[in-house]
Protein backbone atom coordinates (compact mmCIF):
# COMPACT_ATOMS: atom_id res chain seq x y z
CA UNK A 1 0.00 0.00 0.00
CA UNK A 2 1.73 3.62 -1.09
CA UNK A 3 2.00 5.46 1.80
CA UNK A 4 4.19 4.99 5.11
CA UNK A 5 2.85 4.93 8.81
CA UNK A 6 3.69 7.84 11.09
CA UNK A 7 5.07 7.91 14.28
CA UNK A 8 1.66 7.64 16.37
CA UNK A 9 1.16 4.72 18.66
CA UNK A 10 -2.39 2.83 19.04
CA UNK A 11 -3.04 4.45 15.97
CA UNK A 12 -3.12 3.02 12.23
CA UNK A 13 -3.44 5.81 10.17
CA UNK A 14 -1.15 5.75 7.04
CA UNK A 15 -0.31 9.29 5.00
CA UNK A 16 -0.72 9.00 1.58
CA UNK A 17 2.60 10.48 0.27
CA UNK A 18 1.22 10.19 -3.43
CA UNK A 19 -1.39 12.57 -2.93
CA UNK A 20 1.06 15.75 -2.69
CA UNK A 21 0.86 19.08 -4.68
CA UNK A 22 2.68 19.56 -7.53
CA UNK A 23 5.75 22.29 -7.87
CA UNK A 24 4.97 21.96 -11.67
CA UNK A 25 1.72 24.20 -10.50
CA UNK A 26 3.67 27.34 -10.26
CA UNK A 27 4.72 27.36 -13.94
CA UNK A 28 1.10 28.89 -14.71
CA UNK A 29 1.98 31.78 -12.07
CA UNK A 30 5.12 32.11 -13.62
CA UNK A 31 3.94 32.50 -17.82
CA UNK A 32 1.27 35.43 -16.32
CA UNK A 33 4.31 36.83 -14.75
CA UNK A 34 6.49 36.99 -17.97
CA UNK A 35 3.77 38.07 -20.15
CA UNK A 36 3.24 41.02 -17.36
CA UNK A 37 6.44 42.35 -17.53
CA UNK A 38 6.56 43.79 -20.90
CA UNK A 39 3.42 45.51 -20.49
CA UNK A 40 5.04 47.25 -17.20
CA UNK A 41 8.34 48.53 -19.16
CA UNK A 42 7.07 48.51 -22.34
CA UNK A 43 3.61 50.10 -21.93
CA UNK A 44 2.23 53.31 -20.87
CA UNK A 45 -0.85 54.64 -18.67
CA UNK A 46 -3.75 51.60 -19.40
CA UNK A 47 -0.99 49.00 -20.19
CA UNK A 48 1.31 49.56 -17.10
CA UNK A 49 -1.84 49.00 -14.72
CA UNK A 50 -3.07 46.01 -16.66
CA UNK A 51 0.78 44.73 -16.60
CA UNK A 52 0.73 45.65 -12.73
CA UNK A 53 -2.37 44.10 -11.88
CA UNK A 54 -1.66 41.08 -13.62
CA UNK A 55 2.31 40.83 -12.08
CA UNK A 56 -0.08 40.99 -8.45
CA UNK A 57 -2.68 38.29 -9.52
CA UNK A 58 0.58 35.96 -10.08
CA UNK A 59 2.73 36.40 -6.83
CA UNK A 60 -1.51 35.89 -5.34
CA UNK A 61 -1.21 32.59 -7.54
CA UNK A 62 1.72 31.36 -6.69
CA UNK A 63 1.56 32.34 -2.87
CA UNK A 64 -1.49 30.05 -2.72
CA UNK A 65 -0.14 27.47 -4.44
CA UNK A 66 3.23 27.45 -1.82
CA UNK A 67 0.55 27.56 1.04
CA UNK A 68 -1.32 24.10 -0.12
CA UNK A 69 2.43 22.71 -1.02
CA UNK A 70 3.55 22.86 2.77
CA UNK A 71 -0.18 22.08 3.95
CA UNK A 72 -2.07 19.52 1.80
CA UNK A 73 -1.70 16.01 3.50
CA UNK A 74 -4.13 12.82 3.36
CA UNK A 75 -4.08 9.92 5.36
CA UNK A 76 -6.44 6.97 6.49
CA UNK A 77 -6.98 6.80 10.15
CA UNK A 78 -9.26 3.69 11.43
CA UNK A 79 -11.55 3.47 7.96
CA UNK A 80 -11.63 7.14 7.44
CA UNK A 81 -10.06 8.98 4.75
CA UNK A 82 -8.72 12.48 6.70
CA UNK A 83 -7.72 15.21 4.14
CA UNK A 84 -6.38 18.05 5.48
CA UNK A 85 -5.49 21.63 3.79
CA UNK A 86 -4.89 25.35 4.23
CA UNK A 87 -2.85 27.87 6.74
CA UNK A 88 -5.30 30.89 7.66
CA UNK A 89 -8.79 28.70 6.85
CA UNK A 90 -7.65 25.32 7.34
CA UNK A 91 -10.06 22.54 6.41
CA UNK A 92 -9.86 19.34 8.27
CA UNK A 93 -12.84 16.92 6.72
CA UNK A 94 -12.96 13.29 7.54
CA UNK A 95 -14.55 11.14 5.65
CA UNK A 96 -15.74 7.10 6.39
CA UNK A 97 -14.73 4.72 3.87
CA UNK A 98 -18.55 3.69 3.28
CA UNK A 99 -19.71 6.84 2.69
CA UNK A 100 -17.64 8.27 -0.12
CA UNK A 101 -19.61 7.86 -3.12
CA UNK A 102 -17.22 8.82 -6.14
CA UNK A 103 -13.54 10.34 -6.87
CA UNK A 104 -12.91 11.86 -9.26
CA UNK A 105 -10.12 13.85 -11.35
CA UNK A 106 -10.44 17.88 -13.04
CA UNK A 107 -7.49 18.34 -14.88
CA UNK A 108 -7.08 21.09 -17.27
CA UNK A 109 -5.26 20.99 -20.57
CA UNK A 110 -2.49 23.04 -18.99
CA UNK A 111 -2.85 20.79 -15.74
CA UNK A 112 -2.47 17.66 -18.30
CA UNK A 113 0.17 18.70 -20.14
CA UNK A 114 2.22 19.39 -16.51
CA UNK A 115 1.09 16.25 -14.77
CA UNK A 116 -1.09 18.06 -12.19
CA UNK A 117 -4.71 18.41 -11.37
CA UNK A 118 -7.22 18.20 -9.05
CA UNK A 119 -9.08 15.33 -6.72
CA UNK A 120 -12.67 15.62 -6.17
CA UNK A 121 -13.60 13.26 -3.17
CA UNK A 122 -17.53 13.18 -3.55
CA UNK A 123 -19.02 11.51 -0.13
CA UNK A 124 -23.18 11.85 1.19
CA UNK A 125 -22.80 14.93 2.33
CA UNK A 126 -19.68 16.44 1.36
CA UNK A 127 -17.53 16.71 -1.16
CA UNK A 128 -13.71 17.96 -1.10
CA UNK A 129 -11.70 19.05 -3.67
CA UNK A 130 -7.63 18.48 -3.27
CA UNK A 131 -6.20 21.01 -6.13
CA UNK A 132 -2.97 20.91 -7.86
CA UNK A 133 -2.14 17.57 -7.08
CA UNK A 134 0.99 15.81 -8.98
CA UNK A 135 0.02 12.41 -11.09
CA UNK A 136 -4.04 12.73 -10.39
CA UNK A 137 -4.52 9.46 -11.72
CA UNK A 138 -1.68 7.60 -9.35
CA UNK A 139 -2.79 9.57 -6.60
CA UNK A 140 -6.43 8.67 -6.71
CA UNK A 141 -6.03 5.05 -7.31
CA UNK A 142 -3.85 5.53 -4.12
CA UNK A 143 -6.42 6.65 -1.90
CA UNK A 144 -9.19 4.09 -3.31
CA UNK A 145 -6.32 1.38 -2.66
CA UNK A 146 -6.07 2.55 0.86
CA UNK A 147 -10.28 2.64 1.45
CA UNK A 148 -10.64 -0.57 -0.19
CA UNK A 149 -13.03 0.52 -2.66
CA UNK A 150 -10.60 -0.26 -5.67
CA UNK A 151 -11.00 -3.72 -7.64
Known sequence: ???????LKNTSAVVLNDVSVAPSA???SLLIFFVSVPFVVFGNGFLVMVGAVMIVLSFIDAA???TLMLTTKCLVNNGNL???YGLSRRLNVSMPAPS???IK???????SLFKY????VIGDDLGVMLQYIKNPLA????IKKSIGIWP
Request: aromatic share 8%; net charge positive.
Open 105 to 111: IKQTWFG
Open 139 to 142: AMEA
Open 64 to 66: NIA
Open 1 to 7: MPGQRNG
Open 100 to 102: IRD
Open 117 to 120: GSII
Open 26 to 28: FLG
Open 82 to 84: VMK
